[in-house]
């Protein structure tokens, strides 16, 4: 949680920021997602930022993992999920509410715009969950893989008929 104010934020998200969870299959099929850390505090954390006018939240949220990751892929035009974190402003403390799209990576940018400036990590879903120092998103991250896991099964197959 961002807090360094004794400001006590409002209950109803006063902001919307957007993230992206990028992830990816490796060879052997485990799925693996990024966290990056802050700027300011090193604390592991969704790429996320402010929406970006002219872009859809979704464009917005990939702009994010490109800039602060150097991630490149596809990203879903639906929120996977959403999280609230309190937020430090100048004056005070925010709710802000943040919307997740999925990004299945396809390739890391040798270099990015703020490379250097954050660590990135490609963990197992669970070790991310873990790390993770915003409220909910260990949850988000563990439910979006469970869902990838679902959807990577073969089909049921039709039980014979013993006739």
């Known amino acids: 949680m961002e807090r360094e104010s004794v400001a006590k934020p409002s209950k109803t998200p006063a902001f919307l920021q957007v993230a992206a969870l990028p992830w990816r299959r490796d060879a052997d099929g485990t799925v ?19 929406p970006i006018k002219g872009l859809k939240d979704c464009e917005a949220a990939e702009t994010e993992a490109m800039e602060e990751a150097g991630l490149v892929g596809r990203v879903t035009t639906d929120p996977i999920g959403r999280f609230q974190y309190d937020k430090s402003f100048p004056k005070r403390v925010a709710a802000v509410a943040v919307d997740v799209y999925g990004l299945e990576v396809e390739r890391q940018l040798d270099d990015w715009l703020e490379k250097g400036q954050r ?9 991310a969950a873990k790390l993770a120092a915003d409220t909910g998103v260990g949850a988000l991250i563990l439910a979006f893989v469970a869902t990838l896991t679902e959807t990577s099964r073969p089909a049921p197959q039709p039980a014979e008929s013993l006739s």
């Open 119 to 127: 660590e990135v990590r490609w963990l197992k879903p669970d070790k």
């Open 32 to 50: 693996r997602v990024v966290l990056v850390t802050s700027r300011e505090r090193g604390r592991w954390i969704l790429p996320k930022g402010w």
